[in-house]
Nanobody, 116 residues
Framework: QVQLVESGGGLVQAGGSLRLSCAAS??????MGWFRQAPGKEREFVAA????????YYADSVKGRFTISRDNAKNTLYLQMNSLKPEDTAVYYC???????????WGQGTQVTVSS
């Protein structure tokens, strides 16, 4: 079992930055990712990172603005979000799974609101 707890969300003006964290407990040798869900929309992929951290993937909508990273010694996943836009407003979830395309465990989410 893996428990995931996100933090770092909040309210920020357009153009600003936030860093999300996801603390993992339990077995942590998983690929991990960030997803988001805006009101009235389906949950969508944001970014993913392999267990070793050598491979990262991003949605086109965040490429060049967001950076995913992980510190395996601290069992923590990060998402650095720069140049935020109002359309980035959503609940952000971290997830862990056996591959970059299969996620078994999910956090409860953290709200990110970007004002214009």
């Amino acid at each position: 079992q893996v428990q995931l707890v996100e933090s770092g969300g909040g309210l920020v003006q357009a153009g600003g930055s936030l860093r999300l964290s996801c603390a993992a407990s339990g077995r942590s040798r998983y690929a991990m990712g960030w997803f988001r869900q805006a009101p009235g929309k389906e949950r969508e992929f944001v970014a993913a990172i392999s267990w070793i951290g050598g491979s990262t993937y991003y949605a086109d909508s965040v490429k060049g603005r967001f950076t995913i990273s992980r510190d395996n010694a601290k069992n923590t996943l990060y998402l650095q979000m720069n140049s935020l836009k109002p359309e980035d407003t959503a609940v952000y979830y971290c997830a862990a799974g056996p591959t970059l395309y299969e996620y078994t465990y999910w956090g409860q989410g953290t709200q990110v609101t970007v004002s214009s």
